[in-house]
T-cell receptor
Framework: AQRVTQPEKLLSVFKGAPVELKCNYS??????LFWYVQYSRQRLQLLLR??SRESIKGFTADLNKGETSFHLKKPFAQEEDSAMYYC????????????FGKGTRLSVIA | NAGVMQNPRHLVRRRGQEARLRCSPV?????VYWYRQLPEEGLKFMVY????????ESGMPKERFSAEFPKEGPSILRIQQVVRGDSAAYFC????????????FGEGSRLTVL
């Protein structure tokens, strides 16, 4: 069964400090990994996906198949990064839905 | 360009009543997903539908819950004989196709069972 684990419910960092939101997954096949974000009073929205290998709002995430991880990183946190972050996984092929982790609330302190 | 629209945003029901939650996907999207979020929990997948078809309902409770996405009109998640444990936020999402991986979410419908 597919499972996504985000070990931290809450992560607080100071503005300008590096950020790493952890995500580990369990899945035997070839997965697609995503990070979704929900800012205050906004809808949940896609932040980035591993196959794009792009940086969005300064965030990057690398899929590490050996460690089955997809940690989200940003070198210098900004106050506007404060939000709820969800890691999600799905099978690469077929009609399969996204499976979400429980989320990590990032709080960036000025 | 309206996003996913869910209604009602808030619904209060007494135990034993029925709850109906509606979801209109993004225009042009033919795939709809329902997720449930319990307090202190993440998003739990419930059901995945295309027009007139249920593709995956592995996350739906076996009893009292049903979902449809008719040819015309919104997708509906129906909960019969609600119990207090059904109190949660129910989120709908849509996608253009099955391979995009990008879901567009609604604002959610919060069900409270008294």
């Amino acid at each position: 069964a597919q499972r996504v684990t985000q070990p931290e419910k809450l992560l607080s960092v100071f503005k300008g400090a590096p950020v790493e939101l952890k995500c580990n997954y369990s899945y035997s096949g070839s997965p697609e990994l995503f990070w979704y974000v929900q800012y205050s009073r906004q809808r949940l929205q896609l932040l980035l996906r591993h196959i794009s290998r792009e940086s969005i709002k300064g965030f990057t995430a690398d899929l590490n198949k050996g460690e089955t991880s997809f940690h989200l990183k940003k070198p210098f946190a900004q106050e506007e990064d404060s939000a709820m972050y969800y890691c999600a996984l799905r099978m690469r092929s077929g009609n399969t839905p996204l499976v979400f982790g429980k989320g990590t609330r990032l709080s960036v302190i000025a | 360009n309206a996003g996913v629209m869910q209604n009602p945003r808030h619904l209060v029901r007494r135990r034993g009543q029925e709850a109906r939650l509606r979801c209109s996907p993004v225009k042009g999207h033919s795939h709809v997903y329902w997720y449930r979020q319990l307090p202190e929990e993440g998003l739990k997948f419930m059901v995945y539908l295309q027009k007139e078809n249920i593709i995956d309902e592995s996350g739906m409770p076996k009893e009292r819950f049903s979902a449809e996405f008719p040819k015309e009109g919104p997708s509906i998640l129906r909960i019969q004989q609600v119990v207090r444990g059904d109190s949660a936020a129910y989120f709908c999402a849509s996608s253009r196709g099955q391979d995009t991986g990008e879901l567009f979410f609604g604002e959610g419908s919060r069900l409270t069972v008294l």
